[in-house]
C-alpha cells in the first residue's frame, strides 16, 4: 500500500494539515500586498527612497488621510454637529418640561454660543 504524499488533498481537507500557522499566513497575505503595492511607481519610489516596505507607504498614506478626514473639515463638522445636538435636546426638553430654572441655563447657554460665534465669524481673518 502506498502511503499518501504529507500535503495530500485529503489530508487539508480531514483538518490534519496545520503547518501553516496564522503568523504564516499573515505574511504571505502581506508579501502579496507588498507585491501588489510595488506594481505602483509611486509607492514604489517612496518606498525605496525611504527605505521600508512598499505597505509601510500604503499605511502611512491611509493613516494621514484618516487624520485629515477626522481633524479637517469633516472633523470640525463633526464636532459641529454633536456639539450642537445635545444643547439643542436639552433646551427643547427645558420648554416642553416648563423647567423655568433650565430654560433660564440654555437661554444663557445660547446667548453666550452666538456672541462667541458672532465674534469668531468677525474676526477669523484676524485669529488665523
Not at 490534519?16 to 510595488?38: H, I, K
Not at 505597505?55 to 463638522?77: H, M, P, Q, S
Amino acid at each position: 500500500l502506498a502511503q499518501a504524499p504529507p500535503h495530500s488533498a485529503a489530508r487539508a481537507f480531514a483538518g490534519g494539515d496545520m503547518a501553516a500557522s496564522p503568523t504564516s499566513r499573515w505574511e504571505e497575505r502581506l508579501q502579496g500586498v507588498n507585491a501588489w503595492l510595488a506594481d505602483s511607481a509611486h509607492v514604489r519610489r517612496m518606498a525605496d527612497r525611504c527605505g521600508v516596505q512598499p505597505w509601510v507607504v500604503a499605511g502611512a498614506a491611509v493613516l494621514w488621510l484618516a487624520c485629515f478626514i477626522l481633524w479637517g473639515f469633516t472633523g470640525e463638522l463633526i464636532c459641529t454637529v454633536v456639539g450642537n445636538l445635545y444643547p439643542m435636546y436639552a433646551s427643547f426638553k427645558a420648554l416642553e418640561d416648563a423647567d423655568h430654572a433650565g430654560v433660564s441655563q440654555w437661554l444663557v447657554y445660547w446667548v453666550t454660543y452666538s456672541a462667541v460665534m458672532l465674534g469668531e465669524g468677525l474676526l477669523y481673518r484676524a485669529l488665523c
